[in-house]
Nanobody
Framework: VQLQASGGCLVQPGGSLRLSCQAS????????MAWYRQGPGKQRELVAL???????NYGDSVLGRATISRDDAKNMVYLQMNNLKPDDTAVYYC??????WGEGTQVTVSS
């Protein structure tokens, strides 16, 4: 299983970004995929998940500001984040079924 996340960057409060995760080594279309994050001094928390078929679920802290999506033809999963806040600063991880993890991508929200 390989999960390669990208798209993390420095963004100003109120800004937006899109994270991408390229997956390989497993049956992507049959797997649920998730984004987690871990901020400084915080525990890892679920940001969003998407099941095969498209059902989604979001963490309370990002509800209404995040959209997770997937492209089964490309083995990709995306996380669109809007109205970013300093508390969104974290390393964001792509996960397969909350069992396999990729290297994270750093998101920093700061003016």
């Amino acid at each position: 299983v390989q999960l390669q996340a990208s798209g993390g960057c420095l963004v100003q409060p109120g800004g937006s970004l899109r994270l991408s995760c390229q997956a390989s080594g497993f049956q992507f279309s049959a797997s649920y995929m998730a984004w987690y994050r871990q901020g400084p001094g915080k525990q890892r928390e679920l940001v969003a998940l998407i099941r095969s078929g498209g059902y989604t679920n979001y963490g309370d802290s990002v509800l209404g500001r995040a959209t997770i999506s997937r492209d089964d033809a490309k083995n990709m999963v995306y996380l669109q984040m809007n109205n970013l806040k300093p508390d969104d600063t974290a390393v964001y991880y792509c996960s397969r079924a909350s069992l396999d993890w990729g290297e994270g991508t750093q998101v920093t929200v700061s003016s």
